[in-house]
């Protein structure tokens, strides 16, 4: 690939790292400014940074897409021309978008602009900008993956990684992609052949350790793994298959941190087989992403704790065995008066269920019709003097209290899970419509060749390909000790690149993206789940992106005494 | 109103009207510069135009988002602040889109960019954004359309329109509204009570003149009072109700413009009173929006014409008791060979039909299961042999080849409409919005009373109410001779706006807004149908939009012999 100023890709790439660089300084002092603005004493002030939540919606925005194209920069090379086009035009079109919403952000907080500007219409960005990012440019790289779709978006996978990634991918294709369609359409549950051959496969068992009867070894490919198996399952099918690794995901950690000896001996190797099938109740209906407030109580009596109330939301209830519930049990507010209780009841199919303890309690359950997303169906819970034995309380009593500490080890990996769910389904979005593309003629040429789609395929590609590649390298940092607010930042990015892929996807196919009996339709329902559920997007940008920005920023200018970058 | 630098809010409208005359400068410089590159002897050529899709893509939505600015900053002023305030919010708001659009353009043209930078970066520019974008002050607009959701986009109606409004609104309400959820999740066909109350209320006359039975009295009213009805019956029900009115208007144009005196006086009363019901069969399984290459053939002999092919997305079909259809009677290739038939049927309920012939001909007809638009059902149609009386083609002898300008007659109300059907869809969804966050609390204080949420309300309420107001002021024009290529500008940016509207009204209902029974997940798939159907975006765009600013621009130059604007 020769560029208009006669250097190769190298140079170019260099000259890419640079703006990029050159975006950083003008976003660190963004997000400086709004730091000392909303703080005290080097303490941020929630009732100071309320002022600025579309400043910080804005910031952490552009750090997600600054380390997508960081790391799409200073990744591994595969020497590839559309993945090096892929990677850079996204780079530079995540530049421009940067410095909009630091526009915004600038004015916002008071702050001239003119360093915006002047980088903007730099010759040095102004050319990039055209090097990489005209349409002459990106309908290149479009036909290039309309013809090589296989090549969009590849990580050199570790070989044990790929090789269970193979075996998914073919389980993926033989058995959940056949009856994809038909248990969407029919709001089915999830059929157990998919179940049964998950358990074979050993899928309940990726996030749990070998010493507890899974196969997780403690490397850094155990994350990897899990993402790589998750969106191969959602390739095929969100609902019923990509989703099902999230609960035992997110229970195992919440036991691994907080379990007795004798809850992890019992539970987990369970687990890990797929005999015990779990979900997780935390959201209440009053309480969405609030969990401080959740109100469900778990009252203790001679004969064990009793649960009153109600959840919402709790996802794959009516099959599993146990479900995780967040209870109040301490008179504290907020977190502190939180713990979590091992709930096991039998498992129902259907959308409805009533399970009547002989002690008089009860739980009932209620699937809510979705949109999308369906398979696992999502349930209203409640509870009424429903009797949990003290060994079901996690951590015992030493466990009262830290429920929602517990909880959070698993939020983690559900968030990276959740960005591999958004992989699996631009995947199957992005294949569908370069399919289309190539089979249908409009105005007399074949429509892959119009100038239009190829553009559009260049940016789906680039989104997916960007979120992906940003998964798998943060699952890296993740295993050996990266900041776990990346995973909220790589969930962002990839469940918004998601709902902009199916879109995009959809309107390619033109009506038939409407049918039903188009799987493309189906990845469009399914994807808009994404940005509400496990962390919705406005709160994971302003409770935990933005707020860790301003934190680092406080913490690196009280240790330097001068001002300094995030 | 005070701004920043104590101007009041004329001086502010009149500072960013002329913003909106710099971008235009730059705009029509990248229309001039395209059509010069793609054309010959004044002409544009096809072959030319293919390798600036992108660029002319782009060019057509700058020019939806400076027509609907333009008109907010040069239409009747309410003096109401809610009003202003989110009039010149748009304008700005757009100004900036515009000159992203732009720079892509001038980048792919190979136009030096540096006016673009001079207008962006200059002072005027700048202090504008800040005053009239800057979070805080959209926080504010936001709260003051979450205090008075009644006062957003309201435009001056004549009061005879107003009149017909309020009767709809009325009927809306008591009738479509408490079934559209039903209607929705069982894909029922609209049921009778809606129909029979549109006909008694005469929706079906507004589009036919008085003199043919209808009550459309050929004042600038007539567009303005189908808009009207059609929003009031889409923010109730898009599929069940809003979208009743758009084939009677394109057949009764199609009529009006071609067809004999005895077919108009044999359909026209009947259509107004709705005694026949009626659909449109346009597109082909294998052509979409290319109209020019329909294939369904008719074959004339002693008996009549002999209907043979599929049509698709023929919507009402089965209901419909006559389907105007387009077939091709010519040897002639493209939009000459073809011409209209009236073909009567039985009306059908359901999702399947099958109507043999006497004569042995017979039609079949499925209903395509969709994501949303439900109610009238858009149907896959084989024509086997299908016998039509001479007496039922469009125009007779002289109605032969005809049958796309016929139909092209109705296409401008066609796509009004559809933009009085987003509009409709997007009041909806920003209505149920601002009743959740009015009613919801989230991490102890109202979700109304968040920042973020208010910003979000703003630029919503902003994108409806422009849409919305250019509909009805484009509407006022066509009524006195426009140019029909604005009917697609509208169309344009309001489906689009529906998208974002519902999809973010959507968003800020947390979980509840992907579930079927919120009203509002009704609205977010619903509103994606609108961008792909009556003229794909992309179609309007390269074929409608840019297509005829190339010409004006070509034509003004030619006028003048020197460069001019469009």
């Known amino acids: 690939m020769k560029t208009e100023n006669g250097s190769g890709p190298s140079a ?7 703006s990029l660089e050159n975006v950083k300084v003008l976003f660190d002092a963004a997000v400086m400014a709004i730091a000392r603005q909303c703080s005290e004493h080097a303490r941020l002030k929630n009732t100071l940074l309320d002022a600025y939540q579309a400043s910080s919606y804005e910031l952490a925005w552009a750090c997600a897409e600054w380390q997508a194209a960081y790391h799409l920069c200073h990744g591994p090379d595969s020497g590839q021309a559309l993945d090096q086009g892929l990677n850079l035009t996204y780079a530079m079109d995540a530049a421009q978008s940067i410095l909009t919403r630091l526009e915004r952000v600038y004015a916002d907080v008071g702050m001239d602009p003119e360093p915006i500007a002047i980088l903007a219409y730099s010759q040095a960005f102004q050319s990039l900008r055209r090097e990489l990012c005209a349409a002459h440019q990106k309908a290149k790289l479009g036909a290039m993956a309309i013809d090589h779709p296989e090549k969009i978006g590849r990580v050199e996978l570790h070989p044990d990684v790929a090789m269970i990634q193979d075996a998914f991918q073919r389980f993926a294709q033989d058995v959940v992609r056949p009856q994809a369609t038909q248990i969407h359409r029919k709001d089915l549950t999830v059929p157990d052949d998919i179940l049964s051959g998950m358990c074979s496969m050993g899928a309940f068992g990726l996030s749990i350790p070998e010493n507890h009867g899974g196969s997780a070894d403690g ?80 009252h203790r009596t001679p004969q064990g704790w009793l649960l009153n109330g109600a959840k919402t939301w709790c996802t794959f209830a009516g099959k599993a065995h146990l479900i995780m519930v967040v209870a109040r049990t301490e008179s504290q507010p907020g977190y502190q008066g939180l713990s979590l209780f091992l709930v096991d009841k039998p498992s129902f199919d259907g959308h409805e269920f009533m399970h009547r303890q002989p002690s008089g309690g009860h739980l009932s359950g209620r699937a809510i019709p979705t949109i999308g997303y369906r398979g696992m169906h999502s349930f209203d819970l409640h509870f009424e003097d429903y009797l949990v034995p003290d060994s079901q309380l996690i951590g015992a009593e030493k466990g009262r209290g830290r429920g929602f500490y517990y909880t959070m080890a698993g939020m983690t990996g559900g968030r990276m899970q959740t960005a591999a769910r958004a992989a699996g389904v631009m995947h199957a979005a992005l294949t569908e419509a370069i399919a289309y593309v190539k089979d249908r003629t409009l105005f007399g040429t074949p429509l892959a060749s119009h100038q239009l789609t190829q ?112």
Chains 1, 2 share one sequence.
């Open 12 to 18: 170019q790439l260099a000259r890419v790292r640079q």
């Open 219 to 298: 490397s850094p490919n155990d994350l990897p793994a899990m993402l790589a198996v998750t969106e191969t399952l959602s390739d095929a099918s969100l609902g019923a298959a990509g989703s099902l690794l999230t609960r035992p995901e997110i229970l195992a950690r919440a036991l691994l941190e907080g379990g007795t000896q004798a809850q992890k001996d019992h539970w987990l190797p369970r687990m890990a087989s797929g005999e015990v099938l779990c979900a997780i109740a935390i959201t209440e209906p009053d309480h969405g992403s609030d969990v401080a407030r959740l109100t469900l109580k778990a």
């Open 455 to 566: 553009v559009k395929i260049c940016d789906m590609a680039a989104l997916y390909a960007a979120a992906r590649k940003l998964a798998y390298a943060v699952s890296h940092q993740l295993s050996t000790g990266g900041n776990p607010m990346q995973a909220s930042l790589v969930k962002l990015l990839a469940c918004r690149a998601a709902e902009h892929v199916t879109r995009d996807a959809q309107q390619l196919h033109g009506g038939l993206g409407y049918a039903e009996e188009t799987a493309v339709s189906r990845h469009f329902v399914d994807a808009r789940v994404l940005s509400i559920f496990e962390g919705a997007e406005e709160t994971l940008a302003l409770k935990v992106i933005s707020r860790s920005l301003y934190e680092s920023a406080l913490s690196a200018a009280d240790a330097t005494h001068q001002p300094t970058t995030a």
